[in-house]
Nanobody, 117 residues
């Protein structure tokens, strides 16, 4: 299974982008879906997660600016990013966790987000 990400790109500070992530085939038993990011020379960090029931969690640095959502019928997760800042520049990775006979953890290939004037 591959997670196909889209929506990254370059934007000026204050701009917006919307990321989306869809698996290449149906994943059974999905529970938590989320987004992580990794800036140059830094460790990968959690950006936001959302459970099947819709409970969300955000990194303090993105609260009030980013919104995570999901479409359970499509197994798709979105990340709406508003008021982007240069420090948001990173490669963003989609993550899907599932339990179907065993625990499964899937990662997307990453999509670049660059915020620069």
């Amino acid at each position: 299974v591959q997670l196909v990400e889209s929506g990254g790109g370059s934007v000026q500070p204050g701009g917006s982008l919307r990321l989306s992530c869809t698996p290449s085939r149906v994943i059974f038993g999905i529970n938590t879906m989320g987004w992580f990011r990794q800036a140059a020379m830094k460790q990968r960090e959690l950006v936001a997660t959302i459970t099947t029931g819709g409970s969300t969690d955000y990194a303090d640095s993105v609260k009030g600016r980013f919104t995570i959502s999901r479409d359970n019928a499509k197994n798709t997760v979105y990340l709406q990013m508003n008021n982007l800042k240069p420090e948001d520049t990173a490669v963003y990775y989609c993550n899907v966790q599932a339990v179907w006979y065993s625990r499964q953890n899937y990662w997307g290939q990453g999509t670049q987000v660059t915020v620069s004037s």
